[in-house]
Structure formats: structure tokens, C-alpha cells
């Protein structure tokens, strides 16, 4: 029992690459604080992709580590997000949970890119076209969002945190996420503030609107850029905050044009800077060799 609670709280803690049980249940605290429906749906979620791993004969260590839980966290919560909660919808989340695990196994059985929330993203928008095709009634009408004239640089904060996990309807959500990363890592907890700084500083000087900025989604995924990168060296922080700067501008493009972006601008940030590293090194070793 101790076990199983251990693998879920870090399948949920590795959302935000913390490989701690007391984070991960930290988190979904800040979860159900925001909505229970949520923190249901992400322990669902959670546990119908560690399910699957297990099924599936994948390493005990890693399902211990939570890595095939925290997409399936993530999917889970994206139904409440994007659905109409019913049984039809329920059985769509336990799929798309177990088809992230695969997903998350295909991006393991390779070594050129990391999976990260790929697994997540893709399943997700694979999720949202079939529905729009087969089952449109299942999904929730876009809200419009209200104009706002004035920044709220504290609520910006907290939520480019919170919205990491789609909780963007409560700053208290943003705070437990701060401290459940604190108390694993304080190195990660302080590439979290700098990345949302950064990404509010960013957002006002770019003129972002004020909606976008206070709801926090110019910011959610420069923190888990910051948090994958960031280091205790001068070349990891400089990749960090590079990496947060690529993302505000993807996810500002891709909002534009109207895309669920979900966490795809992190994932293909931190991968340019992954291949911007990989040719600097391949260049510094020709300079060696000649």
C-alpha cells in the first residue's frame, strides 16, 4: 500500500520533475484546492498510466520514479479541462492515460530526444481531434476570455506556476506547487521564480495582453524550461533563460493562431537547446581535433 501511494505521489510529483513522493502530494493538494473534480481526475489519470506500465512489464524502477504516471497525471486533468465529465468521457480518459505510457515507452526505447510531456501533448491533441470528429458534444465550449486593463503581477506569478498543471483559477495552487518543488530541490525552486519573473517582465515589455499575462499562460511553460535546464553553472542558467525566452514566444505564436498549445512550446524549447548544445560541443571538439 506505502508503495503503491509512494509511485503515484511521484508520478505526479515528476510533472514538474520532482522525483518525490511528499511533493508529488503536495501538488495535488494544491490540485484539490483548486477543484476536486481535478485532483480526482489526476489521480485517475495517474494511476490508469501506472496501471499500464505495470500490465505491460515495463522496469519497476522506473514506474517506482513515477515516469509513467506524470503524462497520464497530466491527461487526466485535461478531460476536466476539456470535457464534459460522464462516463463516455471517463472511459476516454483511462485510454488516452494508457496510450500515453506507450507513448512515454517509445520516447524511452530511443536516446535523440527526451520524451518530457510529449507523450501528454500528443495524446491530448490526438484526444481533442477525434472528439471533435465522433463526439463533439463531449466537449466544453471555448470561453472567452475578460478583457483586464491592469496587470496583477502577484496573480501572474503564482499562476505561470499553477497552470503547469492547468490550475489557473486559484493563486493558493501556484504556492503548494513553489513549496512542494522547495522541499525536494531549492535549486529548482529558484530556477521556478526566475522563470515566472522573467516571464511576466518579458510578457509587459512585449505588451502582452493583460488576460494572457494575469492568467498565467505566458508563463507555465518557462518554469519547466528553467527546472529541465537550470543548473548550478553559469552555461546552465544561460541555457535556462534562454530556453524561457523561446518558449514565451511559442506559446505567444501558437495562442495567435488559436492552438491548444498545452506544453508543446517547453518541450520543443528545451529541444532546440539541447541541439544549439550539442552543436556547440560537436564544434568545440573539431576546434580540439584540429
Do not use: H
Request: aromatic share 14%; charged share 10%.
Amino acid at each position: 500500500m506505502n508503495s503503491t501511494l509512494f509511485t503515484l505521489g511521484r508520478g505526479i510529483g515528476q510533472v514538474m520533475f520532482q522525483n518525490n513522493a511528499l511533493s508529488g502530494i503536495i501538488m495535488l493538494l494544491g490540485i484539490f484546492l483548486n477543484s476536486w473534480q481535478m485532483g480526482l481526475l489526476a489521480l485517475a489519470g495517474n494511476g490508469a498510466g501506472t496501471l499500464t506500465a505495470y500490465l505491460s512489464g515495463y522496469k519497476q524502477e522506473d514506474i517506482r520514479a513515477g515516469l509513467y504516471g506524470f503524462n497520464g497525471t497530466l491527461v487526466g486533468i485535461a478531460i476536466g479541462v476539456f470535457m464534459q465529465i460522464s462516463l463516455v468521457s471517463l472511459l476516454l480518459m483511462i485510454i488516452a492515460s494508457a496510450f500515453s505510457t506507450w507513448v512515454t515507452r517509445l520516447f524511452g526505447s530511443q536516446r535523440w530526444l527526451p520524451g518530457f510531456t510529449a507523450p501528454f501533448i500528443i495524446t491530448v491533441w490526438l484526444l481533442l481531434g477525434i472528439c471533435s470528429f465522433f463526439f463533439p458534444s463531449l466537449l466544453l465550449p471555448t470561453s472567452s476570455s475578460v478583457i483586464e486593463c491592469k496587470p496583477d503581477l502577484f496573480r501572474a506569478f503564482s499562476l505561470n506556476i499553477g497552470q503547469v498543471m492547468f490550475q489557473g483559477e486559484t493563486i493558493v495552487s501556484g504556492l503548494f506547487f513553489l513549496a512542494a518543488i522547495f522541499i525536494n530541490s531549492r535549486l529548482n525552486a529558484f530556477y521556478v521564480v526566475m522563470a515566472s519573473l522573467l516571464s511576466v517582465v518579458v510578457s509587459l515589455f512585449w505588451g502582452v495582453e493583460y488576460s494572457m499575462l494575469n492568467m498565467g499562460l505566458m508563463g507555465y511553460n518557462g518554469v519547466l524550461c528553467a527546472i529541465a535546464l537550470g543548473d548550478k553553472t553559469w552555461k546552465g542558467a544561460f541555457y535556462s533563460v534562454l530556453s524561457v525566452l523561446i518558449s514565451i514566444l511559442l506559446q505567444f505564436t501558437g495562442m495567435k493562431f488559436g492552438m491548444v498549445t498545452l506544453t508543446a512550446p517547453f518541450v520543443l524549447s528545451v529541444w532546440c537547446i539541447m541541439g544549439i548544445n550539442k552543436l556547440a560541443s560537436g564544434k568545440k571538439r573539431l576546434n580540439i581535433l584540429g
